[in-house]
């Protein structure tokens, strides 16, 4: 199993290299943009987590993480609905399921911190 540190990273790549695909247009700028922001948000806000100072550090960075895997998964969705190449469409398609999946990871894993902190 892959570790967190290293499947974030693994996402924030593979939304560049999606984001390389795509046509330059006005169209498609802004969500591309975007995207390269808050995917590459989760790579490296999961990497701040891991030195964080204390364990309110630790799930406020995860807080900022939950936030841009849910930012990521919004704008693959709308570039998934706009997109017309077919050949990008099972791309976009694995790489909203990884969003979700480690959205779904880090909720879990906050929840689990604050039950921890709270003992």
């Known amino acids: 199993m ?11 790549i593979d939304c560049s290299y999606l984001c390389s695909k795509l046509p330059i247009s006005r169209e498609f700028n802004a969500y591309v943009n975007q995207l390269l922001r808050c995917s590459s948000s989760v790579g490296a806000n999961y990497s701040a987590s891991q030195r964080a100072k204390s364990a309110a550090d630790f799930i406020n960075k995860l807080k900022i993480v939950e936030e841009e895997a849910d930012e990521s998964c919004f704008f ?29 990871i880090v909720v879990a894993s906050i929840k689990t911190a604050k039950n921890n902190l709270n003992k």
């Open 2 to 12: 892959i570790d967190m540190k290293a499947r974030t990273k693994k996402f924030t």
């Open 76 to 104: 693959l969705e709308i570039i998934l609905e706009i997109n017309k190449e077919q050949d990008l469409k099972i791309e976009i398609e694995k790489l909203l399921k990884e969003s979700n999946e480690i959205l779904a």
